[in-house]
């Protein structure tokens, strides 16, 4: 900005692409997470199991709602959480500017779309953050729920709602000879257990809870990291990033201790959570940082000042072509002979 006054554009595409556009791609995202979750359009794959697995034979904790890590708490903290974080970043941002030395890009301009319609670049950065947030949340949903789908991996309490008829499969029951599972059942009817549990015992990896907070988690670490400036102490973001990790790392205990995952199924849904915040903070919001009001990039190697230059001997020596130039049949320059002198 020169003299304070802020730079403006003009751009009439910017309400039809955020409303034909963005706002469909967030509707179909949304419908296909609600799809994936509660109803049956794509059916959960019954994978087999053994007689009398142990791993699969842990007791029934109950329904999700009575867990220590029920889902309504997990959704209201991966939803208010990070919103709340990335509200008062911007309002701080706005409300106490960093000084232009100090800020590594130049900052937005404020768009003009009509005659009436005024974004300013805080308003820009809070929609598009938080918009790319709300897309990465059911984004992570759609792939959790489709891993859970396609793989049909059984819970550790798979079994304890299942009941299947041992005898009517014909398993024997294990003994000193046969300490293990000896037979591997196949049969989609094996259970004789409530159908909305069995179904719900099939779908384990990976951990949608555990992608979730990840997800919150990673994308709200990095956000701290990358816009945050603390000044005087070095300790105050890792910590607060840190602070953040213990949630989800609690959620992650939580669903193996009550016997709802296995630990494989928590770190999937660890890795798939942040690996698709990484993506969306490096890829597609450009680690939080401001766009130049010409729409230009800026270089990475432009803040880096000047390149300190080294000046060449050949360069340094060279006389101008005029002073080489001599006439045809007087003698070279190098070889004229001093004058004679009277005596």
């Not at 790319?132 to 304890?160: E, M, R």
Request: aromatic content about 10%; glycine content about 8%.
């Amino acid at each position: 900005m020169a003299g304070g006054r802020p730079h403006l554009k003009r751009s009439f595409s910017i309400i039809p692409c955020f409303v034909f556009v963005e706002s469909v791609l967030l509707g179909i995202v949304v419908l296909l997470a609600y799809r994936l979750e509660f109803t049956d359009t794509f059916p959960v794959h019954t994978q087999g199991f053994f007689c009398y697995d142990s791993t699969y034979a842990k007791p029934y904790p109950g329904p999700e709602a009575s867990s220590r890590a029920p889902p309504a708490l997990i959704y209201a903290l991966v939803t208010a959480g990070p919103t709340l974080t990335i509200l008062l970043g911007e309002l701080a941002r706005a409300f106490f500017p960093t000084p232009p030395s100090a800020s590594p890009v130049v900052g937005e301009s404020t768009i003009v779309s009509g005659a009436c319609c005024r974004f300013s670049p805080p308003l820009r950065r809070l929609v598009r953050f938080l918009g790319v947030y709300s897309f990465g949340l059911f984004t992570t949903t759609i792939f959790a729920n489709a891993g859970q789908v396609v793989t049909g991996n059984p819970t550790p309490h798979f079994l304890s709602v299942c009941r299947p008829n041992y005898t009517a499969l014909g398993c024997p029951p294990p003994s000193p000879d046969r300490p293990g599972p000896d037979r591997f059942v196949t049969d989609q009817g094996a259970c004789a257990g409530s159908p909305s549990l069995v179904a719900a015992a099939r779908r384990a990896f990976p951990c949608k809870d555990a992608a979730l907070c990840a997800y919150a988690v990673t994308y709200t670490a990095m956000y701290v990291t990358l816009v945050f400036r603390v000044k005087g102490s070095r300790l105050v973001k890792p910590s607060l990033c840190l602070a953040l990790l213990c949630p989800a790392f609690l959620v992650g205990v939580v669903r193996v201790a009550e016997y709802r995952n296995h630990w494989s199924d928590v770190l999937a849904g660890f890795l798939t959570g942040a690996a698709i915040a990484t993506f969306l903070v490096t890829c597609v919001v450009h680690n939080f940082q401001s766009r130049p009001p010409s729409g230009r990039r800026p270089s990475p190697w432009e803040d880096l000042g000047p390149t300190p230059t080294m000046e060449s001997p050949l360069e340094k020596n060279r006389r101008p072509a005029g002073r080489i130039r001599h006439r045809r049949g007087s003698p070279h320059p190098s070889r004229r002979t001093a004058p004679a002198v009277a005596t």
